[in-house]
């Protein structure tokens, strides 16, 4: 048996219960394939600043940087919301992003057949979408210094970031998109505002060198407010976009909702060595946290991106998609993704029924 | 007789066909409201790139300054596009809009009950959206300093723009956004990144600062990720959104598509004192370029909003609105809002038709 050691972070809200629903399907989906999985929970977001009094403790990282591969669950609540910068849930999830150097965010939005209805869109509009969104994690205007606050000449608040990527940052997400396109549909859109923005300029004109390297993939270049339209207006048009930190955080939620399933959505964040970061896409809905309401399929589909992108271990994780398909065949929906006709089922059965499908 | 002097710059690709139509209107509004508009055609964006080497020349930069409204067809082609950043059509947008000081964007998103199938929403989402952005359009990243290209201490290049906005920027464009949320549903939806943004980080205090001067006003807060999903997830539940220069242009041209009529939307932007600036949201469309294809209900639509927000001339403004509504229900269509059991007509019939209606 191979052995991995997976590192959960529940954090806040539903975290705690997608994450124990997750970590089942891994383990069984794992134990077919003759994989052996120790797991070490450890606190993270609003659960450590309440323990220990930092969003993401000294343990917690180093855990984290020696495991194979870590699932996250959610962070973040009311409760925090009022807290200093440095003393948020959100500050613990950009600082492990960083501690772990996962520059590589993939993000897809696929619209389920079973799900077609969910959306908001016309059937005829949604139907068949499936994209990846790459987007750049650990740079652009989420850590670029000089930032702050500051007084000027005037004696007023000034607020500032710094928008800044080095040739090597963009060359190395660049990479990961192309590689990601030409295993999909081989169709690339670089989405940036290079008729405005500096940092987008060299952005375009390094993604547009490298594009020789990869003559199967088709490159395409797009202003990010017509993107935002596009979405909207044709998301079948996209197979692979990649961009930057801020522009990747807007789309890949954009696109999300377009889905209609939100809460059906992973996503892997991945370095060029080391473990990757997985997570589901939605938030940690303090709302409905403890209730079993939560829809735990996009922190299980997550755990198949662990497999698959994290440890190689693709015939696992085919399982445990199949298994998600099974359950949503068999009719079972959590109140999300429910339409009449089907079996409303809370947090804790759909786990249970995709692990009879596994 | 009241009378006005109107900048008219045509621009690029539609451009032209559109603000000749606009004008037409315009002046038949005017004249039955008692006004006399004298019009100034200038050369701006592509166009005066290709006479005179750049695309805002002095004199339609003072012209401009000199009239009391300008109203704007559209810029920019496929001609310029491989032009250095200082020589694009875009740059004279930029430029104008700093040069005459319009920091405030009014951007309406309106579903029509004639045009409700153009939308690629279901229809009971998209029906009865009737929201207004409010846009920081002089600040923020498209002009904070330093900004640029350079070579870091590794020998690789670096782009880099830099996020900034003092207190007195944010404190204007959001009394501008309350202001108009307050003469429509009372509700205003402020859009940031304060989760990770320093320069958000102020925004959000400042506007909250103001909210008590408002006390008619329901102030809100969201992230500008959250944003771009809500306007795909239930866009009526928005009244105005405030929100910075580079999220604004993303999610007024997300919001603009919801609607699905882009060639319908028009523009208001304003400054302290001085002439504003009215324009179609949508571009130049090089692709059907003096074909008689362009819708100009748009520009037409701006010319009300000039008429509205830059003059004062409600009345005339009204008329305008009402000849446009007139003309749709009639049945008349352009290519881009046509649907079957419509009359399909081009640009120049549609105009006429408008004016039929004035
Ligand atoms: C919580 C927040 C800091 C985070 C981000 O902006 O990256 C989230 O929106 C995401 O997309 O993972
Ligand atoms: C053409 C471009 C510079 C401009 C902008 O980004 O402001 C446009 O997209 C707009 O929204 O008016």
Request: some cysteine; charged content about 25%; proline content about 5%.
């Amino acid at each position: 048996r191979k052995r991995y050691n997976i590192t959960l972070l529940p954090g806040d809200g539903i975290g705690p219960e997608v994450i124990s629903v997750a970590k089942n399907v891994l383990q069984k989906a794992g134990f077919l394939q003759g994989l052996e999985f120790h797991f070490q929970e450890m606190p993270f977001g609003g659960a450590a600043l309440d323990l220990v009094g930092v969003p993401l403790p000294e343990e917690t990282s180093t855990a984290a940087k020696q495991s194979d591969a870590i699932l996250l669950g959610a962070i973040g609540g009311y409760k925090w919301d009022k807290n200093e910068k440095h003393l948020r849930p959100e500050m613990g999830l950009l600082n492990i992003r960083r501690d772990l150097n996962v520059f590589a965010n993939l993000r897809p939005a696929t619209v389920l057949p079973q799900l077609v209805d969910a959306s908001t869109l016309k059937k005829e509009v949604a139907q068949g979408v499936d994209m990846m969104i790459v987007r750049e994690l650990t740079g652009g205007i989420y850590f670029g210094e000089p930032r702050g606050i500051t007084i000027n000449e005037n004696g007023e608040e000034v607020g500032f970031n710094t928008e800044i990527y080095a040739a090597h940052e963009i060359d190395r997400i660049a990479r990961v998109a192309f590689e990601t396109a030409r295993k999909r549909r081989g169709k690339l859109c670089s989405v940036d505002k290079a008729n405005v923005l500096d940092a987008s300029i060299l952005w375009r004109k390094r993604v547009t060198a490298l594009a020789s390297e990869y003559p199967d993939v088709e490159l395409s270049h797009m202003y990010v407010d017509n993107a935002a339209m596009q979405l909207v207006r044709d998301p079948k048009q996209f197979d692979t976009i990649v961009t930057n930190n801020i522009f990747g955080d807007i789309l890949s939620d954009e696109a999300s909702m377009i889905t209609g399933s939100i809460g059906m959505l992973p996503s892997a964040s991945l370095g060029e060595s080391g473990p990757g970061l997985f997570e589901p896409i939605h938030g940690s809905a303090p709302d409905i946290a403890g209730q079993d309401k939560a829809n735990p399929l996009a922190t299980i589909l997550s755990a198949a991106m662990l497999l698959k992108y994290g440890l190689g271990e693709e015939k696992a994780a085919k399982m445990i998609e199949d298994a998600v398909v099974d359950a949503l065949n068999k009719g079972f929906r959590t109140g999300d993704i429910y339409s009449p006709g089907n079996k409303l089922v809370g947090c804790k059965e759909m786990g249970e029924e995709v692990l009879k499908s596994v």
